[in-house]
């Protein structure tokens, strides 16, 4: 009999130890997913790191013509073809610089239509058409003309009359 007592203590401490440990790794994994996954602090790629402004402190910087290209070819060996109008949203909030910047955009508009149709020709149709596709398509564009003009004040890619084909 004290042999059975002896044994429902530990099964019942053996619980209460599994319980405990499945509540914790539960915490934990509810916190990581909460805070956007593990890492070192960095912003996940999809994200653009964009500063908390208002509407009219960005300024928006149309391309005049829209951009018609073939996707590089994927996993269901296809053609696709992409049209798309194109955006630069600027900062304008620092009155020196914005401006330089907003006509330097605009006398390196083929500069910009060339690094954004780099960026999508070598995207697949279907990189492009999942939900997050159009996002990450202008975080990629985005980066691409920070790196060349190596400007902060370049704050956000916006992308127009989309048709993914």
Known sequence: MEKNKIMMVVIIALLVILLVAIGGVSFF?????????LGTGQQNATQQVVPELKPDEVEILKLASPISTDLAIGADGKAHLIRLSLAVGVDNTDKKESPKLIALIVAKETLIRDIALGVIKSKTYEELSRPD?????????????QATFQNPLLVSILIDDWILS
């Open 29 to 37: 994994a509810y916190r990581v997913i909460a805070s956007g996954g």
């Open 133 to 145: 596709g159009r996002d990450i398509l202008k975080n990629e564009i985005l980066e691409h003309i």
